[in-house]
């Protein structure tokens, strides 16, 4: 009887998997994967810090899958490290400030992929430049001219949201 009840208490009452689903369908539109909704909703709703074998063993994740979404959360600032005093495992808790997940998912996610946009429309204008067909070649132009007025944009909306949030 008492394995199936550290089995029953491993289990995720109705309340955490409605916040963990929440989350979950958080990340999915930002394009993340499903551990990282499920390990930060299972953190934001717990009580108490929650180590590693923790979420493994109430989410039923794999420990692979637990330490990536681990990683990849502790990056954005969503989850920081928590001593314990009476365990030697590592325990996590959830940033709950909304300025500093935004902050975060900015950072490290929207910025990199802004950079990074910035050589690739320089490529995109170089391969316009070889296109034979000047028709073509002018509306491509045109619409690498869109996305680059589409970056300039959003490089000067980051700050103003970053300040916004008290970043």
Excluded at 136 to 165: C, E, I, N
């Amino acid at each position: 009887m008492d394995i199936l009840q550290d089995e029953n208490q491993q289990q995720l009452d109705p309340l955490e998997l409605q916040v963990v689903e929440f989350f979950v369908d958080g990340v999915r539109v930002l394009g993340l994967p499903r551990s990282i909704g499920e390990i930060y909703g299972l953190l934001f709703i717990s009580q108490a810090p929650l180590s590693l074998d923790d979420l493994v063993q109430r989410l039923k994740i794999s420990k692979g899958s637990a330490s990536q979404g681990l990683r990849m959360l502790k990056g954005l600032g969503a989850v920081r490290e928590v001593e314990n005093t009476t365990e030697r495992r590592t325990h996590y808790e959830p940033a709950v400030e909304l300025k500093r997940l935004v902050g975060g998912f900015i950072r490290e996610q929207i910025r990199p992929h802004m950079d990074s946009g910035k050589t690739k429309l320089s490529l995109l204008a170089q391969t316009i430049e070889k296109i034979d067909d000047s028709d073509r070649r002018k509306f491509s132009a045109d619409r690498v001219k869109r996305l680059d007025q589409w970056m300039s944009r959003g490089r000067k909306v980051l700050p103003v949201l970053q300040k916004l949030l008290g970043q």
